[in-house]
C-alpha cells in the first residue's frame, strides 16, 4: 500500500560525501515525518535525522553539522546530504516515515530496504 524506496548508497573514501535519496509512493494522504535511520553490525538502529512536514528538524548528536535532511513535499520524498563521512558512518541507512493513508484511519510507521553506506580508504 505504501512504499519507502532510497537510493544514494554506496563506497566513499574519508572525508567524501553522499546523498540519500527516498521516495514514498502508494495511497498516501498525508506524511507527518521523514527520518533517517541507521544500523551498523552488530549495534542497535538509531536515529539520524528527521524533519517533520512544517520542516522542523532534528539531528543526532553525532551528526555534529555535517549532515542536512531536507524534504520536497510536492514529492514525498527526503533526502540526507552527508558531508565530512567518517569510517563511524559506515551503516544500512533507513528511510523512515510516519504516514497517514487514504485507506486506514490513524498513520503508521513505514520503513525502506535499506542502502548501504561504506565509509573506507
Known amino acids: 500500500q505504501v512504499q519507502l524506496v532510497e537510493s544514494g548508497g554506496g563506497l566513499v573514501q574519508p572525508g567524501g560525501s553522499l546523498r540519500l535519496s527516498c521516495a514514498a509512493s502508494g495511497s498516501i494522504f498525508i506524511i507527518y515525518v521523514m527520518g533517517w535511520y541507521r544500523q551498523a553490525p552488530g549495534k542497535q538502529r538509531e536515529l539520524v535525522a528527521s524533519i517533520t512536514s512544517g520542516g522542523s528538524r532534528n539531528y543526532a548528536d553525532f551528526v555534529n553539522g555535517r549532515f542536512t535532511i531536507s524534504r520536497d513535499n510536492a514529492k514525498n520524498t527526503v533526502y540526507l546530504q552527508m558531508n565530512s563521512l567518517k569510517p563511524e558512518d559506515t551503516a544500512v541507512y533507513y528511510c523512515?516515515?510516519?504516514?497517514?493513508?487514504?485507506?486506514?484511519?490513524?498513520?503508521?510507521?513505514?520503513w525502506g530496504q535499506g542502502t548501504q553506506v561504506a565509509v573506507s580508504s
Open positions: 523512515n516515515a510516519l504516514i497517514q493513508t487514504h485507506a486506514v484511519a490513524g498513520e503508521a510507521d513505514y
